[in-house]
């Protein structure tokens, strides 16, 4: 039994078979976005009634069928409008669809590590919550379980954004954006269908409490529906919104929040939430393969220890691995979400030869494997590599060690438990085009590190700076680095973290990362969703900005969940042998000499004694350290941080409304019909 509420006379025609992948050519998805918004127009403007319109608006033609317009039978606008529909028909059923299965097999076990073939599909569009929508061409899974959904398209970044929420459940449903991911600051829209019918409002959160209703409505709902258990909500808004409640939505990476209830009274979620970091405007779409097989890197049986802070190593390798694969997909294999924080996979140098178990950073063999292969932060997903890259290992390399590295937060100093997490590492034989590398940047952590951040700071900026230039001793000449995707990490005082991109002039390029909220729960990918490109002798800045105003004593750069990092893991291909590019101010230098009285005496500094001592940790110079994965560090003096832009920051112009003038020409159309049966 279902329920529906429709809005728009405009339906997606279903396909009649399940289709369980879309491979998204950004040449397609523009010009489906055109058609679309053509055929309305079309009709509005020429104030007509065709054919296929008169047939759904008399419920003639059955849900589901092929309305069938007769476009030799129509004239002027409505032959303009009839074709595009075919053409969009077209386009919809051609090869851009495709199946993208992966197998369902029983793993089994060798040399204490899980190996086996994908016990579950993990495809661009699943069973469960998803379904195809041709004119909504991004869909992204906000839970690990797929029981929540989103699908989007919008037609320009100055027009509207359509959504269509759908989540496992015959209750209410609440999608919403937010500056860090919590309820504060959030713009939320929630709606259902209940018994005395559909219900949908724009609201906003100023805080753990229920939403409050917008003065503005300033979303438009277009559909609703409830059908074998589960509820799906279609809405559109402006991208750029004058609405001060609303959140401005921008080509940058967003906290999406969820939420949802088991009846139809909008109370308390619980337990039923979650948020999810993505880029709406910039979305990089994913593809999988068949027959992949996985690899689960996990820790057996760890005791956490009573301490706040704990890392943990295991030493491995993978010696049947016989010839070079492809990692495309990270999995994180969470065993006690509350405690792990953090996991880093490295690949060690070719003299760590021994496999151990046992705690970090005690002058073991296993602390000079630094070269990063995969990362996970708390609050973080799975992470699906471009469809062209893969993250390499075997073959030549199968006698290769691995550090994986796991830290424990554990401020409430509980004993007796233990611990199985890790990665699941899904991989391919089918090689792909590239082999993806992961550069770590930012301040050197926690090694000779000088330098404190003052208590009671309301604002405290450090930098690290990498000069690619510096790449010529390791290889020569560089490769351009194409960056996909950045992790951007901090400890609890981290407010703000942003990564600026320099051209070898000096010249701020962009952001390669920015995250104005950061959120220390919740630490992901993100998904540049462009290509980004670095040259020789680009450089990579990284500055931190932390809060100590709560603090009561200086914070120091370390390990520690109380001390601090300033890091940004920048996923790239083609790999190079480069892993480590970061800096720390010179904290000898002359000027730097009455610095630290700041911290001598009982007397608090005030906030332009913190920012002087800001300033001059950012005009000293740099030593940078480079390393390459065989452990060879190389240091350079003179390193400098430059200024950075100020973040971008929308404007709101009330009269930026999307205005399409896309006149119908059915020569233009015939061409276009040409174009894609010749593809």
């Not at 039978?73 to 009839?82: I, Q, T």
């Not at 709560?550 to 990092?565: K, P, Q, W, Y």
């Amino acid at each position: 039994m279902s329920k529906k509420i429709s809005l728009s006379t405009l339906k997606t025609k279903k396909t009649g078979r399940k289709r369980e992948a879309l491979e998204n050519r950004a040449a397609s998805v523009r010009l489906l976005q055109v058609l679309n918004r053509a055929e309305l127009l079309t009709a509005r403007r020429e104030g007509v009634t065709c054919t296929a319109e008169r047939n759904r608006k008399a419920g003639s033609t059955a849900e589901g069928s092929d309305p069938g317009p007769v476009c030799q039978a129509e004239v002027g606008p409505c032959w303009a409008l009839c074709a595009t529909a075919v053409l969009r028909r077209l386009l919809v059923t051609s090869s851009y669809i495709k199946r993208l299965r992966w197998s369902h097999k029983k793993p089994v076990e060798q040399v204490g590590i899980n190996e086996g073939v994908s016990e579950k599909r993990h495809s661009f569009l699943n069973e469960g919550a998803g379904a195809l929508d041709p004119s909504l061409p991004f869909m992204e899974y906000l839970d690990q379980d797929h029981l929540v959904c989103l699908k989007w398209g919008f037609d320009d970044v100055q027009g509207t954004i359509t959504f269509t929420f759908v989540v496992n459940t015959t209750g209410w449903i609440g999608f919403g954006f937010s500056p860090n991911g919590d309820m504060q600051g959030a713009d939320i829209v929630m709606g259902g269908l209940g018994s005395s019918g559909g219900y949908f409002k724009d609201y906003y959160a100023t805080g753990n409490a229920m939403p409050l209703e917008d003065t503005e409505q300033s979303y438009t709902l277009l559909s609703l529906n409830e059908s074998d258990g589960q509820t799906s909500m279609s809405f559109q808004r402006a991208i750029m919104s004058c609405d001060q409640q609303d959140f401005q939505i921008t080509a940058q990476p967003i906290k999406l929040i969820y939420a949802y209830g088991t009846t139809d009274v909008i109370r308390y979620h619980g337990a039923r939430r979650g948020t999810k970091e993505v880029n709406l405007l910039n979305y990089m779409a994913r593809t999988t393969l068949t027959n992949t097989n996985f690899l689960d890197v996990t820790v057996e049986n760890v005791t956490v220890p009573p301490t706040h802070t704990y890392y943990h190593c295991k030493i491995m390798n993978f010696p049947w691995l016989t010839t070079k694969q492809h990692i495309i997909v990270v999995e994180p294999v969470i065993e006690n979400i509350d405690m792990v924080h953090h996991m880093l996979l490295y690949r060690c140098p070719s003299f760590v030869t021994q496999p151990y178990n046992s705690q970090c950073y005690q002058h073991n063999l296993g602390d000079y494997c630094i070269g990063v292969v995969a990362t996970w932060g708390v609050g973080g997903g799975v992470m699906d590599l471009p469809e062209n890259v893969g993250i390499p290992v075997g073959g030549e390399d199968r006698d290769t060690f691995y550090r994986l590295e796991i830290h424990y937060n554990n401020p409430n100093n509980v004993s007796g438990r233990t611990d199985g997490s890790g990665l699941r590492l899904y991989y391919t034989d089918q090689l792909r085009q590239y082999d993806a590398g992961v550069l770590m940047t930012g301040v050197v952590p926690g090694i000779n590190i000088h330098y404190k951040i003052p208590p009671k700071a309301t604002q405290f900026r450090s930098y690290g700076v990498c000069n690619t230039s510096l790449f010529s001793e390791f290889l020569n000449p560089m490769p351009d680095l194409k960056v996909f995707s950045v992790l951007m990490h901090t400890h609890l005082a981290g407010r703000k973290v942003r990564v600026g991109h320099y051209s070898s002039n000096g010249t701020q390029v962009d952001f390669m990362g920015l995250e104005e909220n950061y959120n220390f729960d919740l630490q992901q990918i993100t998904n540049l969703g462009v290509i980004k490109t670095i040259k020789q002798g680009d450089e990579i800045a990284v500055e931190c900005t932390y809060s100590t105003a709560s603090r009561a004593g200086v914070t120091t750069m370390g390990l520690g969940t109380n001390d601090e990092m300033c890091l940004a893991f920048l996923y790239y291909y083609p790999a190079i042998n480069v892993t480590t590019c970061q800096s720390r101010p010179d904290t000898t230098h002359p000027s730097m000499n009455t610095s630290n009285q700041i911290f001598e005496g009982t007397t608090t500094p005030d906030q332009d004694e913190i920012a002087e001592y800001e300033r001059l940790l950012k005009t000293v110079p740099q030593l940078q350290l480079i390393a390459d994965e065989g452990r060879t560090f190389k240091s350079y003096p003179g390193g400098m941080i430059r200024e950075m832009m100020k973040t971008p920051t929308v404007t709101c112009n009330a009269s930026s409304r999307l205005v399409t003038s896309w006149i119908v020409n059915p020569a233009g159309i015939i061409l276009l019909l040409l174009w894609i049966a010749m593809m």
